[in-house]
């Protein structure tokens, strides 16, 4: 088949650069994001020496330990991890070429990066069998990131025709490959999407030099992926916070793609067409009240919008008071604001997200949105996000603040399926923050090396803030990616009445030999700094149980047998448990490739067929104290065993009192007292004055 000539391709790619301005772009990050800029130089001058180094904030497996290679070496892993060989594939680095030419003016970054650009193309070839440089998810990474680079190369000349071409065939064939190799379950896996976003990009802008019926295909095959896997409360169902990034970006991409596409006046095929259009113009004040995957509107006209929305929204609210992704499962600490701060320019009604980016775009979105879509960002008024509660009951996810400052309080409480093979034996998990500052936290991921013990350890409910039973409920990491054994979650509750937030999260399951187990966590917030978790476990016999709380490496721990200050930095909590806790040290990971050790508190004892544990964690100032409460009739107080009960004096002399039930009342009197109050329910609490005045009651369950 005779190649189309490359000068309407030329021209087209002309009207691209005219729209995006790259001078422009360069100009305002050399501006307002000079820091970065000299990052990226100090890469470009590494890769120029083919030297690598991946450090980039959505690296899917980061290694800043810098190699240099010799030239075309595509598949060899200089510290024995092939992921470290997926990484180089995937040709983000090469990025870096082209915007360092912008940035300096210099012809040799542009040189450089069409020679690895042709030498990658001619020393792998496309096949079947593939190799560690052409898995099928690198395959579309790398094309994505193709798609970005050829078009202002070739509307520059960097590439002459005989370059060009076989840059144009070498992409035909890449996604002729990705169609041969793909297999039913990337339907249900970012490697899907990563694929037909990338095949959707490219024949908006290159179609006349690829493969007939593919386009068609990719479609069709991305609204179905994003169907199946954004769930209706606007998560991924991997239950990775940094796939679920990964999903989006990817998204965004082609959204971007699209729009430069129509306007240097490409016309788009009608599955992309209808991709776009139709879709509902948001408010800001809608944004702000929209509620967890409202707006996706799956098989409808516009639904890439809505899946870039509610994706975007799910990103906004489960992020720390710091906006730094939580390191759900196989993720990373990382900063999501430049996420947010593309979702505010491209998103109508993206008020919420340009607060939470702050007042300048990033280098990496000033990048990708060129002129237009900075000058949206600028122009785009901050809103303050609408919700303080985001339950994601379809995720197992709960998010919890106290407010929208950097130092409010911050919960989440982890109840989800497993997920992909990203997940983590996580559930029932628990971790907060205190005035800004990170408390329980998760212990991360490390590695995937299937030769490194601490892959498999991390995944382990050991290295979560939950109890286990004899070692084994919750499950077991036979692998990098799979399991022996996975506890069973069941539907968890969560409530929000005034200012007090309550959920349940039951987890169940058997042990080696048989014995089913049920694990149920109930976890009560109250204002101030109160966090009241009780762990309500079933297991016939006898068998030992332990709880951990993981706590982040900058807390420093003071105390002994049931009582612990724990500060970090200016910052200090109260631990008060039930039964004695032990210190001791567990290895965590905020980053991929990078490990710490961060203290850990366990307590540890034998249970009979049931036992209840209640920790309690309260802000300085807050004095704590048992409180009696009575069943209607009976002189007794109840027994701990039964229920667990707290006064809470605040530093403004009003006291709450948490009750929370753990049996069914099913002989005497259903009314309990407290301090005279009559109460009923499951979970209630109480809010009296200083004088002890009630102020109000607060049933959470009944």
């Not at 798609?147 to 370059?163: E, F, K, S, W």
């Not at 944004?287 to 995957?293: I, N, R, V």
């Not at 340009?354 to 949105?369: N, T, Y």
Request: hydrophobic share 40%; net charge negative; with cysteine.
């Amino acid at each position: 088949m005779e190649r189309p000539d490359l000068t309407a391709l030329r021209a087209l790619c002309q009207r691209f650069v005219q729209c995006y301005d790259p001078a422009g772009t360069a100009r305002y990050i050399r501006s307002h994001c000079p820091d970065e800029a000299a990052g990226l130089l100090r890469q470009a001058d590494q890769l120029l020496a083919h030297t690598f180094r991946f450090q980039d904030k959505w690296d899917m497996e980061p290694c800043p330990t810098p190699y240099t290679l010799e030239p075309g070496q595509w598949l060899y892993s200089p510290n024995g991890d092939p992921e470290w060989v997926f990484m180089l594939n995937r040709h983000d680095l090469l990025l870096k070429l082209w915007q360092a030419a912008q940035l300096t003016g210099e012809e040799r970054y542009l040189a450089s990066l069409r020679d690895y650009l042709l030498d990658w193309a001619e020393r792998n070839p496309i096949t079947l069998a593939g190799t560690d440089a052409t898995r099928t998810i690198d395959t579309g990474i790398r094309c994505m990131n193709w798609c970005g680079l050829l078009l202002p190369l070739l509307a520059r000349n960097v590439l002459d025709d005989g370059q060009a071409g076989r840059l144009l065939d070498c992409m035909a064939r890449q996604f002729e490959n990705m169609r041969a190799r793909y297999i039913g379950k990337y339907t249900l896996s970012n490697w899907g999407v990563l694929q037909t976003t990338a095949i959707c990009a490219g024949y908006a802008w290159f179609g006349d030099f690829l493969p007939d019926g593919l386009e068609a295909w990719a479609w069709d095959e991305l609204e179905q992926e994003l169907e199946l896997q954004i769930l209706e409360d606007g998560a991924h169902w991997e239950q990775s916070a940094m796939y679920h990034v990964e999903v989006l970006n990817t998204c965004v991409k082609l959204l971007a793609h699209l729009l430069y596409a129509q306007a240097a006046g490409q016309p788009l095929c009608s599955r992309a067409r209808r991709a776009l259009a139709g879709a509902h113009l948001w408010t800001d004040a809608e944004e702000a009240a929209a509620a967890p995957g409202q707006g996706y509107d799956r098989g409808q006209p516009g639904w890439l919008w809505g899946a870039v929305r509610v994706l975007s929204r799910h990103v906004l609210y489960t992020a720390d008071p710091a906006h730094l992704q939580l390191p759900q499962c196989d993720s990373d600490v990382t900063d999501v604001r430049d996420v947010l701060a593309r979702s505010a320019a491209l998103l109508d009604g993206g008020g919420i997200y340009r607060f939470a980016a702050g007042s300048r775009l990033d280098m990496d979105s000033a990048w990708l949105l060129g002129a237009p879509g900075r000058q949206r960002f600028l122009e785009r008024a901050a809103c303050v996000p609408g919700h303080l509660q985001w339950d994601c009951g379809h995720a197992g996810n709960f998010f919890w603040r106290s407010s929208w400052e950097e130092d409010a309080d911050f919960t989440w409480l982890k109840n989800s399926t497993l997920g992909s093979g990203h997940g983590h034996l996580d559930q029932t998990q628990l971790c907060l923050y205190h005035k800004g500052r990170p408390f329980l936290v998760d212990s991360g991921r490390y590695t995937y090396r299937e030769d490194d013990p601490l892959r498999m350890a991390l995944k382990n409910p050991q290295a979560h803030s939950v109890c286990v039973i004899d070692g084994q409920s919750g499950g077991h990491a036979d692998s990098s990616w799979t399991n022996d054994a996975c506890g069973e979650v069941l539907k968890s509750y969560a409530c929000t009445r005034g200012a007090a937030s309550y959920a349940e999260m039951p987890l169940r399951g058997t042990l080696a030999d048989g014995t089913p187990y049920l694990i149920v966590r109930k976890v009560l917030v109250l204002p101030g700094g109160v966090w009241l978790s009780v762990q309500d476990v079933s297991c016939a016999g006898a068998h030992v149980l332990e709880e951990s709380f993981h706590l982040d490496e900058a807390v420093q721990v003071t105390g002994k047998d049931r009582t612990f200050t724990l500060q970090n930095g200016g910052v200090r909590l109260n631990l008060f448990s039930d039964a004695p806790l032990t210190l001791g040290t567990a290895v965590h990971s905020k980053r991929y490739n990078e490990k710490t050790d961060a203290p850990v508190l366990r307590k540890r004892g034998v249970m009979d067929g049931r036992q209840t544990w209640a920790a309690l964690l309260t802000a300085e100032g807050i004095e704590a104290s048992c409180a009696p409460v009575f069943q209607f009739g009976k002189p007794q107080p109840v027994s701990p065993d039964c229920l667990t009960a707290w006064d809470l004096r605040m530093p403004d002399g009003t006291t709450w009192t948490a009750l929370l039930w753990h049996r069914e009342t099913f002989r005497g009197g259903k009314m309990y007292l407290c301090h005279d109050i009559p109460v009923y329910g499951k979970a209630v609490v109480l809010h009296r004055d200083a004088d002890g005045a009630l102020l109000e009651r607060i049933r959470l369950k009944t």
